[in-house]
């Protein structure tokens, strides 16, 4: 399965498609399916220090018969690493575990009150070093991204963030576009959340798809960049096997309408 690109405003390029690998810690189930990704046809790879897996993740990079090259990893700065000296030397340990020689892309976990500054310093530093291609945040508002502009050197290229049919969030989405930041949106599949709206039953009958593979290619369409997670040989392949379809018009229109404002995770909203 081929995967689009996406280039990011810093010239670099970024897999339009990859795993999200939270909670994943087993080592066996980890080497399993990093293998059922790779085999269908996933490179890239969304890890964090709060997930605890990052050591498997540079010992699956290792023993992968695919070359570093071809992959993208991710790795992002706990909350509770956040401070300028905490995060570079958490980086550290985090490349330690890694065991690779650059991360491709950084990103801040949690909009953190008072200490993001100081650790967005510490992101561009690590950035000039060359030990991370490019940097990033994760959980921003339009209000946390404001205030980023304001004192940092370089902007973040990429924005993860909980984005998926039921929780659109078009205002930071337009932002985000107009200052050429890339949204990612990881649980795209609201945990599961929601699985019987007809509408979508609908158009995945329509095109022959499954429910979570519509849900995940309407935010492909809407140029986001997009990280299911999953451990199941046969979800693994399902879920990337939506490049061979299109949505049409009306689905988009319709689909568009599914907006709740559900959220499953965490809401940076409440974060000064």
């Given at each position: 399965?081929?995967?689009?690109?996406?280039?990011?405003?810093?010239?670099?390029?970024?897999?339009?498609?990859?795993?999200?690998?939270?909670?994943?810690?087993?080592?066996?189930?980890?080497?399993?399916?990093?293998?059922?990704?790779?085999?269908?046809?996933?490179?890239?790879?969304?890890?964090?220090?709060?997930?605890?897996?990052?050591?498997?993740?540079?010992?699956?990079?290792?023993?992968?018969?695919?070359?570093?090259?071809?992959?993208?990893?991710?790795?992002?700065?706990?909350?509770?690493?956040?401070?300028y000296?905490k995060?570079?030397?958490?980086?550290?340990t985090?490349?330690?575990?890694?065991?690779?020689?650059?991360?491709?892309?950084?990103?801040?976990?949690?909009?953190?009150?008072?200490?993001?500054?100081?650790?967005?310093?510490?992101?561009?530093?690590?950035?000039?070093?060359?030990?991370?291609?490019?940097?990033?945040?994760?959980?921003?508002?339009?209000?946390?991204?404001?205030?980023?502009?304001?004192?940092?050197h370089?902007?973040?290229?990429?924005?993860?963030?909980?984005?998926?049919?039921?929780?659109?969030?078009?205002?930071?989405?337009?932002?985000?576009?107009?200052?050429?930041?890339?949204?990612?949106?990881?649980?795209?599949?609201?945990?599961?959340?929601?699985m019987?709206?007809?509408?979508?039953?609908?158009?995945?009958?329509?095109?022959?798809?499954?429910?979570?593979?519509?849900?995940?290619?309407?935010?492909?369409?809407?140029?986001?960049?997009?990280?299911?997670k999953?451990?199941?040989?046969?979800?693994?392949?399902?879920?990337?096997?939506?490049?061979?379809?299109?949505?049409?018009?009306?689905?988009?229109?319709?689909?568009?309408?599914?907006?709740?404002?559900?959220?499953?995770?965490?809401?940076?909203?409440?974060?000064?």
């Amino acid at each position: 399965m081929s995967v689009p690109n996406i280039k990011l405003a810093d010239g670099t390029s970024i897999p339009q498609f990859g795993l999200g690998l939270w909670k994943v810690t087993d080592e066996q189930t980890f080497s399993e399916m990093f293998d059922s990704a790779i085999d269908a046809g996933y490179r890239m790879f969304d890890s964090a220090q709060i997930y605890k897996n990052e050591q498997l993740l540079g010992s699956a990079i290792k023993a992968s018969r695919v070359s570093r090259s071809e992959l993208y990893i991710t790795t992002k700065i706990s909350v509770n690493n956040f401070g300028y000296k905490k995060t570079l030397s958490s980086f550290k340990t985090s490349m330690e575990k890694l065991d690779i020689d650059y991360v491709d892309l950084l990103l801040l976990h949690f909009p953190v009150s008072v200490l993001r500054k100081k650790s967005w310093k510490a992101l561009e530093e690590i950035q000039a070093s060359g030990q991370v291609k490019s940097i990033g945040v994760s959980n921003y508002t339009v209000r946390h991204l404001k205030e980023l502009s304001g004192y940092a050197h370089i902007m973040p290229v990429v924005n993860q963030v909980e984005l998926h049919l039921f929780l659109q969030q078009p205002e930071l989405v337009e932002y985000c576009i107009n200052h050429r930041i890339a949204i990612e949106a990881y649980s795209p599949l609201a945990h599961g959340k929601r699985m019987d709206d007809d509408i979508v039953l609908q158009i995945a009958n329509k095109h022959e798809k499954t429910y979570a593979q519509i849900m995940l290619r309407f935010l492909i369409q809407l140029g986001m960049i997009v990280i299911p997670k999953s451990v199941t040989k046969d979800r693994i392949e399902q879920n990337i096997n939506i490049f061979d379809f299109k949505l049409d018009g009306s689905d988009m229109k319709v689909l568009k309408s599914a907006d709740r404002n559900l959220r499953t995770c965490w809401n940076p909203t409440l974060v000064p």
